[in-house]
């Protein structure tokens, strides 16, 4: 059986690189796009991120965590 598989992509090297070539390119490109994401999540979004937020935490007042803004409740008899 393998014997028969074996000369029969010999004797069709187009067939051969269809069922062989294309889905290890496929693999390849996924792989490539796979690192190059990681790579710019890494290195630009995170970043971005980082100074973003620490712009945000420097501008904010230190009593961020109080609700000045809101008023207070109003007593009712």
């Known amino acids: 059986m393998i014997e028969s598989i074996l000369r029969l992509f010999a004797l069709r090297p187009l067939f051969t690189i269809a069922i062989m070539g294309v889905p290890l390119l496929v693999l390849i490109v996924l792989g490539l ?31 961020a965590h109080t609700h000045a803004s809101e008023p207070e409740p109003v007593a009712t008899v």
């Open 33 to 63: 796009a796979a690192v190059l994401l990681f790579k710019l999540l890494l290195w630009v979004v995170l970043p971005i991120a980082i100074v973003w937020w620490l712009v945000s935490k420097l501008r904010r007042p230190h009593s």
